[in-house]
Every structure is written in structure tokens, then in C-alpha cells.
């Protein structure tokens, strides 16, 4: 007797497809095409940069983007932060803080790594209007509205108010 192979749904048309099947390919080859394509980018662009404006002035601008970097990705994410305990407070689920959390985390270390390439996506990551924008999109194609009600005593625009109560049936 065999065990069925696991099935998960199908983005694309809701139907059930075996897991490891042709769906997970592209990530992976995807993958590791960014592996090999991103390293030999920064190689090229660093060598014609250092090429015009010379060794020394291009190690310092790699170093430079780097400092700067991560001043805007400390200001950002204390920032990003206080967002997420207001949230919490207010008995909010802090979807899109803790996705621009991870997001300013991937900018750091786009900045971090020694590049021109890189450096230019990590600071696009850093744009807020950019960053949330993408976000939405990532929300809007991702998630599904349960219809679940709030916990009581939580109202606010959009929010069903609920109100704890006994009743009792009048036909019985």
C-alpha cells in the first residue's frame, strides 16, 4: 500500500497539484539564476566604475552607501516599530509593519553587500511611498479575508461591534 503524495492547491486554478510538483521549479531556478547573474552584475559595474574613477574613490563610495544605509534603515525601523506597538495596542493584526520589517531587513543587507547593484535596490527598498505600495500589491494578491468577527469590545471604522449577551427563545 502507498501513501497518496501531499497535495496543496493551485494559485492559478484552485484545483489540488501534488507538492514538489513543476510549480516550486521556477523559484528554485529563479534562485539560482539571482545566485550567479548578481555576483558577476556587481563584478562588471565595480570594474568599470573603478576603472573611471579609480580604486581608492570606489571602495569609498562602497563603504559610504553602506554607512549611509544603514543610518536610514535605523531610523526607518524604530520607526517601523513604534507603527507595529500602536497596532498591537490597538488590537490590530500589524500585517504590513511586520512586512516592512522583513523588507527594511533585506535592504540592510542588499546595502550591506559590496555593490553598486545591490546598493541601488536596497535604497528603492528604503523609499516608504515605493516600499508600501509594494506591500498592498503583495496583500491584495496574497490574502484571503476570513469574515471573522473581532474579538468584543473592538470597534472602529470597518469592524463589527459585538455586543456579549444571554437570550432566551420565546417559542418554547
Known sequence: MTAAAPKVMDRGRGTPSPVGSR???????????????IP????????????AIGVLPTIAMVVLTA???????RAQGIA?????????ERGELPAVGIIEAAMLLVAGALL???GFVTDAIGFLILVPPLRRRVIHSFLARRVVATGAAPASGQ?????????EGEFRREDE
Do not use: K
Open 112 to 114: 550591506l553587500t559590496p
Open 23 to 37: 510549480q516550486e521549479l521556477p523559484v528554485f531556478f529563479l534562485l539560482l539564476l539571482l545566485f550567479f547573474t
Open 155 to 163: 470597534s472602529g471604522p470597518g469592524r463589527v461591534r459585538v455586543i
Open 80 to 88: 517601523t516599530l513604534g507603527r507595529v506597538r500602536l497596532e498591537l
Open 67 to 73: 554607512v549611509i544605509g544603514a543610518g536610514i534603515i
Open 40 to 51: 558577476l552584475l556587481e563584478i562588471t559595474v565595480l570594474l568599470q566604475v573603478g576603472s
